[in-house]
């Protein structure tokens, strides 16, 4: 290991987990200068600490001396001065991917549900985490005495304005009324037993009401939302918001651009100024043109359900192939005649070898599963398209939600005698749709509740789908998008009964409180933690 005197060690310890080991974390450091540093460090001899040292804490151009003897000073002017050394310095070698190095965690407050599916499109470096509508109630107005969701500016200087409010208050007004009472419903229906605790009975019964409840929230909901993201990723994140044509994303990326300009100033600052208005200009003309185009065939229809479109014919010997690749010293093409000449049995064994016991859903088969490609267009409600818009290793685009592919009633309110007050709202909410839509056919989504269905596509492979559907075919998951997962899985196993074969995890059943066993088990859990660090 490379070794440092007494005095270099005391000026780098503050900025690093060790200076004894090869791998090290670094800390209390500015996110400009870790990318800085890092991008430096690609194109240098030197030891990263070496190159910390020399050209940054010791370096009289970035004159950051000051901040790096531990001497308190303002944190923009060290961001600052970093930018200035990244920009004359490191620019220069014209690699974007720098702008990875270096990141930042960000919070959205008071965003609308439509807004959180735009960012969350950006599914390459970007983490996110969202308030969830299935353990928090939305049934408390805002200070102004509002109930949250999103005045639309477009709308609300428009004539459409008291349509607007009067659908959206409708929505909020049904579904605080009905908590208390689907509540009492669940609780009589399930009562609790002497094996579960209050904490999980109440926490479970709070889940089935919003499960059953949430479709009346308008997609203008107010919500909140953190992740934490790459430069490189919010440079393309902005660009895009600022070209996409609603007031909320272009006033919402303003205000990122300029939170994130006070921590990674460099890799943000081009999203909108002159080489991202032209790459705004780029975005905002493949939308008017294919707008302009689709408009011919305008129409919609179409039923709920999952339809399989497309797959791979010969997926189950593309996954045998590139199982067998890493073992094998021949090319791709001699193995594909190995195995064509295997008899199914064979190729079973190879399948069964490759994904061999899994222990838990966690154990994914290896990367021959992404070999073999599926394609599936749904329909289903706009609450449940929401939690599988979250997974990120696959394609998926939506249509714009619209009310004319009808909306889904729980059946459990029906059965509890709410089901004339959930399709009023619903109703109000479709009527002030159609006045909308004419003069904003975008803006109308607003108005839209959950409930309603959105049609959509996914395109991913094997493997994802081991830990896609697995997932969300689990017993805690929302019975809307377990039947999603486990109806995919069934066609999956229709046409590669192989692959399927090892899908191990999938939960194919039903249950009345899809959340008790999940709380039970937190239960357990927080005994366990009680025992080993003390009440």
Request: net charge neutral; proline share 3%; with cysteine.
């Amino acid at each position: 290991m490379e070794e440092f005197t007494e005095d270099e060690r005391r000026l780098l310890e503050p900025f690093m987990t060790n200076l004894d080991k090869p791998v090290f974390v670094l800390k209390n450091l500015p996110e400009v200068v870790k990318g800085a540093l890092f991008s430096r460090y690609s194109r240098s001899a030197n030891s990263l600490r070496r190159v910390l040292l020399k050209e940054f804490i010791q370096s009289e151009e970035l004159d950051l001396g000051d901040f790096f003897k531990g001497v308190p000073k303002d944190d923009r002017i060290q961001t600052k001065k970093a930018e200035e050394f990244y920009d004359r310095v490191l620019v220069g070698y014209g690699d974007d991917s720098v702008a990875e190095l270096a990141g930042a965690h960000i919070a959205l407050e008071e965003i609308s549900i439509i807004a959180t599916k735009f960012v969350e499109d950006a599914r390459i470096g970007l983490s996110p985490l969202e308030k969830s509508t299935r353990y928090v109630y939305f049934d408390r107005k805002k200070e102004d005495g509002n109930w949250p969701y999103l005045r639309e500016k477009t709308l609300m200087d428009s004539e459409f304005a008291d349509v607007y409010a009067t659908a959206c208050d409708s929505c909020f007004e049904t579904y605080a009324d009905l908590i208390p009472k689907v509540s009492r419903y669940i609780m009589e229906k399930e009562p609790k037993d002497d094996q579960t605790s209050d904490r999980a009975y109440k926490s479970t019964i709070r889940a089935k009401t919003c499960d059953l409840l949430r479709g009346l929230l308008p997609a203008s909901t107010l919500t909140n939302m953190g992740f934490f993201g790459d430069g490189r990723a919010y440079e393309y994140l902005l660009t895009r918001m600022y070209a996409s044509g609603l007031s909320e994303m272009e006033s919402l990326a303003a205000m990122m651009q300029g939170e994130l300009g006070k921590v990674i100033p460099s890799f943000v600052k081009r999203a909108n100024n002159k080489y991202g208005i032209s790459m705004q200009d780029y975005y905002v003309r493949v939308r008017k043109d294919m707008n302009g185009l689709a408009g011919r065939y305008l129409g919609c229809g179409g039923n709920e359900g999952v339809t399989l479109v497309d797959y791979d014919k010969d997926g189950e010997r593309k996954i045998i192939i590139a199982a067998l690749y890493p073992y094998l010293g021949i090319p791709m093409k001699d193995i594909g005649i190995v195995v064509d000449a295997m008899n199914e049995e064979e190729k079973q064994a190879v399948m069964n070898a490759y994904i061999s016991e899994r222990g838990n859903r966690r154990q994914k088969p290896g990367r021959g599963f992404e070999h073999s490609y599926y394609t599936f267009d749904i329909v289903g409600n706009y609450g449940a398209y929401r939690d599988m818009h979250r997974h990120r290793i696959l394609t998926q685009q939506r249509q714009l939600l619209n009310p004319y592919l009808g909306y889904k009633l729980p059946s459990e309110l029906v059965d509890a005698g709410y089901e004339n007050e959930f399709k009023s709202a619903m109703e109000q909410a479709k009527n002030a749709y159609e006045e909308i839509e004419a003069r904003f056919r975008n803006e109308a989504q607003y108005v839209v509740p959950l409930a309603y269905n959105i049609r959509w596509y996914m395109t991913f492979n094997a493997r994802e789908a081991y830990h896609m559907l697995e997932l969300r075919s689990s017993m805690q998951g929302h019975i809307d998008y377990r039947r999603m997962a486990q109806e995919m899985f069934r066609k999956i196993e229709n046409v590669h009964p192989v692959i399927a074969k090892g899908m191990k995890f999938m939960d194919m059943n039903e249950y009345g409180l899809e959340r008790l066993d999940a709380e039970k088990r937190i239960d357990k859990k927080m005994e366990e933690i009680k025992k080993k660090y003390g009440s």
